[in-house]
């Protein structure tokens, strides 16, 4: 798993942006840090929630100078209706593949429910240099990243 202080593996996908463009993380944070908030699936209260707090709280890091991008398993135009759904104004990385999910060590399942490999629940925030200045992951899918921690961190970035 990726820790604090860690190069955050390197990236392309696709992107939900409203449409379906390409993201890359190293051309990202030349913009400046970003958040990747991994998140099991779309369409799912938990998820929703989170989602929505991250765009809650969308002010506080445009401020700091990040950006902030939902992660998960989802296809581009199923993240894209999610986007819609809940009126989400960041993109999100679709990781249909589970290169993301794998490479930053953060797969799990729902064995009960027959689903494999999604992503943990996890907070990533990534500097201009690829550099994990945050991490943080749930074991439960069920429990929330603390945003004001994550907001501080960024902050502090």
């Not at 913009?31 to 707090?53: I, N, Q, R, W």
């Not at 581009?76 to 999100?92: C, I, K, T, V």
């Not at 240099?129 to 899918?141: C, F, G, K, L, N």
């Amino acid at each position: 798993m990726i820790s604090v202080g860690d190069e955050a593996p390197e990236f392309t996908a696709p992107l939900a942006n409203g449409d379906v463009a390409e993201m890359t993380l190293s051309e990202a944070v030349a913009d400046g840090p970003v958040v990747l908030a991994f998140f099991p699936g779309a369409f799912t209260s938990v998820c929703s929630h989170e989602m929505e707090s991250f765009d809650d709280r969308l002010d506080e890091f445009a401020d700091a100078g990040v950006t902030v991008y939902g992660v998960s398993i989802d296809t581009p135009f199923a993240q894209n209706a999610f986007r819609e759904e809940l009126g989400l104004s960041f993109d999100l990385v679709s990781d249909s593949n589970r290169d993301i999910v794998d490479a930053y060590g953060i797969a799990m399942d729902f064995t009960a429910l027959g689903v494999h490999n999604l992503a943990k629940r996890a907070v990533f925030v990534v500097d201009e240099d690829r550099t994990v200045t945050y991490a943080w992951v749930s074991d439960y899918p069920g429990v929330e990243p603390d945003y004001d921690e994550v907001v501080e961190a960024v902050q502090d970035a």
